[in-house]
């Protein structure tokens, strides 16, 4: 196709008026469908131990064993709490900056900062931005994070106090942290004592191929490093039942996890323990769990294809452009010559299609190099997906002219 | 009934071999039965103007009427989030300290303190304690905080930079601001310019007469005075529906709700609007709550008017005894001779009745007179309401020895 092809092309996909929202990782209607049951009549209130989950007081115990077998922890070293993730990592944080971490000096006034391998999550940006945690940028290798960076940044500077990692199927990179790179950020030598890894496992069971990657485990990477407290580790069931209505969990060191409970317990009594409930009954275990995420990704891998189809008839072999095969989540990075990200998500919503802002995936919004798209193929039907990978793929040789 | 008597009743009593918990205001079974409905099947998971509640994203506009209604301000001045209203009022105090409140530096570093009228409830304290903000006692009259003192102390002081309210059947006194008081804290001139009024308004709707007493609206009397900003009002359903497990709602200025959703909107892509529309679908509207709240009176008073009774019959006449008549709420205050309370709390202790700690209405946990020890009739049965109110009346004439 030559650029006469691509505009003319491009001018008619616009004349479709469409209007697609390709902005966010949301799932599917027909995903959320596939959790309908949890819509339906709980069948008693009562824990197996007896707790009355409509009244105050007491845990849901068969909720801790459940997020203990999936996180591969003991059940005292994991709290289920709330219904996002997003939200216990960012108490973490401003407890860590009010309180300290478990033992050590709040970061108030100590000019904390952050490793950010980029790209990366937007919302996990936004909590340092509003803390005024700096954020350092490190890049995404093919094994996860640039190692030999991250501990030279950490080993000299005392004010690096964490860093954030989606060890698995990286928003928006793909990336699987490799078990070397988990065994390196296990065990580097931090200037910060108080140095923490923000383990965000969003996509643990997430997979779109039959492969079922499995990272190593970080917290017992940590405890073998002598680290012990170094791992916070969040997930959630947002994109396994309902988004933002699902339940969530974070697991650490028992110390840690005393230390949050503690903090966690001024905030609040306690979590919706009927939803807990709710979930144990559905779910069941983590065979429930991954069976259903069988089911996901009967759907959602069709609408990853479509979109990898069209790059490739579109972009397949135009110098500088690239994209990543992610093996689970719900993202593709789209990497564009260097200075034509923006332009690109300006063209292709003058033709209908709202992507993430271009530069969302950095910290403080900025690439430096202008040149990653983020795509979220999950939302839309297969038909419109296809659609707008071709209005996407369009807009892209349209603003750099091949 | 002499000495005597006590000694051998309440011996009597100790060899029942009761165990009866009346530390907390738990509702009782009966009275989360009146809610068993929202166990049932939700019809449909779409709001009226078609948010899916399963999905990222959107809110339940149909909740945010409904805490308009009930709270008595425009839609846009309330946001409903979350199941535990003291997780928002932890949030506001802890964003005020990390980010001051809007337009003001933060607390951080400023020493802040907060007026506690006391007795009052122990988990506001232990907020302020954990953030290390000062408290400051201040006595509650019959028509709320003494405010000649109020006025005093926020006048002079700028680093006193709130105030705790729990405006009607106060938790544990069972008092009721006048309309005056709520003048006067709207329009009291303060030191500091950033001073609020936190407002849990936890049993607006809990009555135990036909009274149905109403407070004067605080964010009108703020506004009225020139003060817009200064009242934060907070409710939940904890005790209309399922405690903890119920929605929560926060009003003010639409300045400090503009604020909030922005602090808020870091840690959260939303609140579970699952539940929300869960809540929506069986309470209706003000009118259905205000009827179900007539039966969670119809429970509750029999067991309130069986304490009085009780203490009545053992108590009357001994000088320097009292308690409440509350007219709502979760609490009676049995007011002992000064010294005393913590004793009478042991001896129920040992005859099976746990109580709430003696000094736990007080910041840091210390009753300066040890004089108050708070009663909780809400969840035990009728029968053994009754016999605990009698151990604890007997227990308290048994440490006054008379």
Request: proline share 6%; with cysteine; glycine share 8%.
């Given at each position: 196709?030559?650029?006469?092809?691509?505009?003319?092309?491009?001018?008619?996909?616009?004349?479709?008026?469409?209007?697609?929202?390709?902005?966010?990782?949301?799932?599917?209607?027909?995903?959320?469908?596939?959790?309908?049951?949890?819509?339906?009549?709980?069948?008693?209130?009562?824990?197996?131990?007896?707790?009355?989950?409509?009244?105050?007081?007491?845990?849901?115990?068969?909720?801790?064993?459940?997020?203990?077998?999936?996180?591969?922890?003991?059940?005292?070293?994991?709290?289920?709490?709330?219904?996002?993730s997003l939200?216990?990592m960012h108490?973490?944080l401003?407890?860590?900056?009010?309180?300290?971490?478990?033992?050590?000096?709040?970061?108030?006034?100590?000019?904390?900062?952050f490793i950010c391998p980029v790209p990366g999550y937007d919302r996990h940006f936004a909590i340092c931005e509003a803390?005024?945690i700096?954020m350092?940028?490190?890049?995404?290798?093919?094994?996860?994070?640039?190692?030999?960076?991250?501990?030279?940044?950490?080993?000299?500077?005392?004010?690096?106090?964490g860093m954030w990692n989606v060890?698995?199927?990286s928003n928006?990179?793909?990336?699987?942290?490799?078990?070397?790179?988990?065994?390196?950020?296990?065990?580097?030598?931090?200037?910060?004592?108080?140095?923490?890894?923000m383990?965000d496992?969003a996509?643990?069971?997430?997979?779109?191929?039959?492969?079922?990657?499995?990272?190593?485990?970080?917290?017992?990477?940590?405890?073998?490093?002598?680290?012990?407290?170094?791992?916070?580790?969040f997930?959630?069931?947002?994109?396994?039942?309902?988004?933002?209505?699902?339940?969530?969990?974070?697991?650490?060191?028992?110390?840690?996890?005393?230390?949050?409970?503690?903090?966690?317990?001024?905030?609040?009594?306690?979590?919706?323990?009927?939803?807990?409930?709710?979930?144990?009954?559905?779910?069941?275990?983590?065979?429930?769990?991954?069976?259903?995420?069988?089911?996901?990704?009967?759907?959602?891998?069709?609408?990853?294809?479509?979109?990898?189809?069209?790059?490739?008839?579109?972009?397949?072999?135009?110098?500088?452009?690239?994209?990543?095969?992610?093996?689970?989540?719900?993202?593709?990075?789209?990497?564009?010559?260097?200075?034509?990200?923006?332009?690109?998500?300006?063209?292709?919503?003058?033709?209908?299609?709202?992507?993430?802002?271009?530069?969302?995936a950095f910290p403080?919004?900025?690439?430096?190099?202008?040149?990653?798209?983020?795509?979220?193929?999950?939302?839309?039907?297969?038909?419109?997906?296809?659609?707008?990978?071709?209005?996407?793929?369009?807009?892209?040789?349209?603003?750099?002219?091949?």
């Amino acid at each position: 196709m030559n650029l006469a092809d691509v505009q003319a092309k491009y001018q008619a996909f616009k004349e479709l008026g469409l209007k697609l929202d390709m902005s966010r990782g949301k799932p599917a209607p027909e995903q959320l469908d596939l959790s309908l049951p949890l819509l339906g009549a709980l069948d008693g209130f009562k824990t197996a131990d007896g707790t009355d989950t409509r009244n105050y007081g007491g845990t849901v115990a068969e909720a801790r064993a459940l997020f203990a077998s999936l996180l591969e922890v003991p059940a005292g070293q994991v709290v289920v709490d709330g219904s996002a993730s997003l939200s216990l990592m960012h108490d973490v944080l401003i407890y860590s900056v009010v309180y300290g971490q478990p033992g050590h000096a709040p970061w108030a006034g100590q000019n904390p900062a952050f490793i950010c391998p980029v790209p990366g999550y937007d919302r996990h940006f936004a909590i340092c931005e509003a803390l005024g945690i700096r954020m350092i940028n490190v890049p995404m290798l093919e094994t996860g994070p640039d190692m030999d960076e991250v501990e030279r940044l950490v080993a000299s500077d005392a004010s690096i106090k964490g860093m954030w990692n989606v060890p698995k199927y990286s928003n928006p990179g793909g990336v699987v942290y490799s078990d070397e790179t988990v065994r390196r950020l296990a065990a580097m030598k931090t200037a910060a004592p108080d140095f923490i890894l923000m383990w965000d496992d969003a996509y643990r069971f997430h997979h779109l191929t039959a492969e079922n990657i499995v990272n190593a485990n970080v917290i017992d990477a940590c405890a073998a490093a002598g680290n012990a407290n170094r791992a916070w580790v969040f997930a959630s069931t947002s994109k396994v039942t309902f988004a933002g209505a699902g339940l969530a969990a974070v697991a650490s060191s028992a110390d840690n996890i005393a230390w949050w409970t503690k903090k966690s317990g001024i905030r609040s009594i306690g979590p919706d323990k009927v939803n807990q409930l709710r979930h144990v009954r559905f779910l069941q275990d983590r065979a429930g769990l991954e069976a259903l995420m069988v089911k996901h990704r009967d759907i959602l891998t069709p609408k990853f294809d479509a979109v990898l189809e069209r790059f490739e008839a579109i972009l397949g072999g135009i110098e500088g452009v690239s994209w990543t095969y992610p093996k689970g989540g719900y993202f593709i990075d789209l990497v564009t010559p260097n200075g034509f990200a923006k332009q690109t998500v300006e063209l292709a919503k003058a033709a209908g299609i709202t992507l993430t802002p271009a530069g969302a995936a950095f910290p403080y919004g900025k690439d430096p190099k202008d040149a990653h798209i983020r795509i979220a193929p999950s939302f839309p039907s297969l038909k419109e997906i296809t659609q707008a990978a071709e209005g996407i793929a369009l807009a892209l040789r349209l603003a750099i002219g091949r």
